[in-house]
């Protein structure tokens, strides 16, 4: 069964331009002049109930726009969408109960009052029965390890307990289909892991369709079974994430810091991106050799003081899928 279908959906914006000074904004009032922006060209796909699926694409692509325009946010210009056989710009506030939303640049949970007060709105908000609301209240509290927090007002909390805390209200009131916007945007490596443990837990046991935009590609990953890609307001992949990693995700960049002045690392499938100093900054070709074979070999031959292991930028994932495609013909 679908969650969400989506046809010919469009989005296009229409914004007033202004030269610069005051001659400009005099002519910007009387003779205001207009340019269109299209965030979201037609585009058509459907998820599956209980999918984990990855939105993906650079900044200014039409993620968030399409994710507003799902939740009934935002009206499109053009086009049908339905979620949960609901249309959200017509039927929002039906829709609202069955969905949830973390946007992860923007606090959903009052910043002056601890998060057990925001969970209390959400329950009047919602309308959730008492014993139903409490029972839902200490398993999220459970899984998402809030105890310590929940009573602790936002401002005071660090931005991994609180994304926790968002992510459990925005659970409450046990929607069927989730929207999470960047919600790992941030975080320190253990704190994104753990996120992404609970959020896979939360899919698992509940069958919640996910929809996740995020620029971390270790989020899509870990997480997800399926990718879109967005560029430009239209999509050029919608394919599994095996095959996006088998194609596009074939680079890591290995950051280490050395005790000793470093010394050159040849290795097939390892490209050295910089030498200076205690520094060493290596590319892996992950289709040539895996991370844990360099990392084996790192380990043997330097004295490590620290290391970090980087996913390629999005943009870099994307002009990989453009190079491709366009030499198949198969986008413009
Ligand atoms: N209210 C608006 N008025 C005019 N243009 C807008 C508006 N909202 C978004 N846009 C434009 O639409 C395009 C898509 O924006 P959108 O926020 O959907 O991108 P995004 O993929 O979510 O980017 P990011 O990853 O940076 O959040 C951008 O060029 C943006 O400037």
Known sequence: MKAIRVQGLTKRFSQKRKKAGLRG?????FKPEYTEKTAVSPIDFEVEKGEFLAFLGPNGAGKSTTIKMLAGILHPTAGFAEVLGLCPWKERKKLAYRIGSVFGQKSQLWYHLPPADTFELMRRIYELEESDYKKRRSELIERFELGPYIDIPVRKLSLGERMRCEIASALLHRPSVVFLDEPTIGLDVVVKQRIREMLREMNETERMTVFLTSHDSGDIEQLCSRAIVINH????LDDKVSSLKRLYLTRKTIDLVLREEAEPFPYP????LLRSGRRLKLS???SRTSIEEVLAQLVGRYRLDDVT??????EEVISHIYASHTQRGALP
Do not use: C
């Open 25 to 29: 904004s005099m002519r910007a009032l």
């Open 233 to 236: 307001g239209q999509i050029v």
């Open 269 to 272: 499938g390892v490209e050295q």
């Open 284 to 286: 892996v070709d992950t």
């Open 309 to 314: 292991i980087e996913d390629p930028p999005m």
